[in-house]
């Protein structure tokens, strides 16, 4: 299993600094950034390797039986991760991995996945508020979000479930008002 230090030391390799802070997305800002497209195949195949362990450690004794990947990433941690997973800790048992869409929730899968266990992916969370918002539209169509996996959690705290991730990046200033 890698060590955090290794980890840490792939993020310091992609973190830019700046004096004046700059527009993280749409709603934040920090004096950081992650370049997460400056992951190598190695670096993302040592996260991945990193955050399955960790997941198991946090759901057990679940299991997950679903990784719904939401929009926006760039590097394809959650193709990675499902991999990864279903390798080193299922023994080559293979789980679904969905992309996650509203008009797919709406339109069957949502009934296909109710009462399964799923992981929410994705690269970076910063205010937590796509993940909250995939994670009760998920529920409510009756699928269990055990935990969310990440890259970088620069959230501002706990959240429905536990933010299992490589590396907990810097926090970040909101920009307009979350509502």
């Known amino acids: 299993m890698p060590t955090a230090e290794a980890v840490s030391a792939i993020f310091e390799r992609i973190t830019e600094r700046y ?3 700059v527009p993280i997305g749409g709603r934040c800002e920090s004096n950081l950034f992650y370049r997460v497209e400056d992951l190598t195949e190695q670096d993302l195949n040592v996260c991945a390797e990193y955050v399955a362990w960790r997941i198991k450690n946090v759901i057990a004794p679940n299991v997950p039986e679903l990784f719904l990947k939401l929009p926006g990433g760039y590097s394809f941690f959650a193709e990675r991760l499902c991999t990864i997973y279903s390798e080193l800790i299922l023994g080559g048992r293979e789980i679904p991995l969905e992309q996650y869409l509203e008009s797919k929730l709406y339109n069957g899968h949502g ?52 933010v299992v991730s490589a590396y907990t990046g810097a926090p970040v200033r909101v920009l307009t008002q979350i509502g």
């Open 111 to 162: 009934e296909k996945y109710k009462g399964k266990c799923a992981l929410l992916v994705t690269d970076v969370i910063t205010t937590a508020r796509s993940s909250l918002e995939a994670h009760t539209k998920a529920t409510l169509r009756g699928i269990r979000v055990l935990c969310w996996a990440t890259l970088i959690d620069r959230t501002f705290g706990p959240g429905p479930v536990s």
């Open 19 to 21: 004096q004046e802070p």
